[in-house]
């Protein structure tokens, strides 16, 4: 067996992560002696480690990774897996949209000399949103669970036996912004109003028209915000978006179409 520091050295982590990854039950020493408290490891728990090591890599936490060691499914670990492939490579397409959207703005900066030019690209109008019929589910929920609840309302679509329109959106209830729990309306356009949980009436709002990724939205956000207040008008009611445009429709990033709708009026 190997004593903690050369089971360390071997396998290139710390002794501190060692501790670790016992105190979390990942990787357990096959020996503690009972009178020197020295750790050992057998050779086989250098493949576990390399395991553990490999996992980390793809981005899995250590919680993720404590319930993957425990599965032996052959099918439900595939599925963790490919999973995790999936979230990556979208991770690595947000990371492309993001190089290009700096590169952009260095462009734009050296040519205008104003650090702040992107944000001042968006076109505010005053129009009536437009009336939809639409399954509905409000909760709690953080903005990464927003593809959990679509999945539910997509799942009633031929279950109810109704028409999508496409017209696809959240509303935001909160005050304030917390991403990883807010009270948000995400909802599914559907043409049966007699079958709709909700039907949206059409409401005076200051719209823009957002390009690109989600992650970039409170820009819109800002605009519009500045724009209301600048033309004496006020909030009246809960903000939302309408994703006319986004990756089911092939799209890269960039090409993203988001409308952006304020209930508003005058002071």
């Known amino acids: 067996m190997l004593q903690i520091g050369a089971f360390s050295k071997i396998c290139q982590v710390s002794v501190k992560t060692l501790h670790h990854y016992d105190k979390l039950g990942l990787l357990t020493p096959a020996k503690v002696d009972c009178f020197t408290g020295y750790r050992y490891y057998k050779t086989e728990q250098i493949e576990t480690m390399n395991y553990l090591k490999r996992l980390k890599r793809y981005g899995f936490s250590l919680e993720e990774i404590q319930i993957l060691i425990t599965i032996s499914d052959q099918k439900e670990l595939t599925d963790a ?88 959106g959240a509303r935001y209830y909160d005050e304030e912004f917390n991403h990883e729990s807010s009270d948000i309306q995400v909802f599914m356009g559907i043409k049966e109003k007699d079958k709709a949980d909700v039907v949206m009436e059409p409401c005076k709002c200051a719209m823009t028209i957002h390009h690109g990724g989600y992650s970039t939205l409170s820009e819109a956000y800002g605009a519009i915000a500045t724009w209301i207040v600048e033309n004496g008008y006020e909030i009246a009611g809960a903000p939302f978006d309408l994703y006319k445009k986004n990756q089911f429709d092939s799209l890269s990033l960039e090409d993203w179409e988001t409308e952006v709708y304020f209930p508003v009026r005058k002071k």
């Open 81 to 168: 897996l490919r999973k995790q492939s999936s979230k990556l490579k979208r991770e690595q397409q947000e990371m492309a949209a993001i190089q290009n959207e700096l590169q952009t703005h260095i462009s734009v900066f050296e040519r205008t000399g104003d650090i702040m030019t992107y944000q001042k690209g968006y076109t505010i109008e005053i129009k009536n949103s437009p009336e939809m019929n639409v399954l509905a589910v409000r909760a709690k929920m953080g903005v990464n669970e927003f593809g959990n609840y679509y999945g539910a309302l997509f799942e009633r679509v031929p279950k109810e036996q109704v028409t999508p329109t496409r017209l696809n």
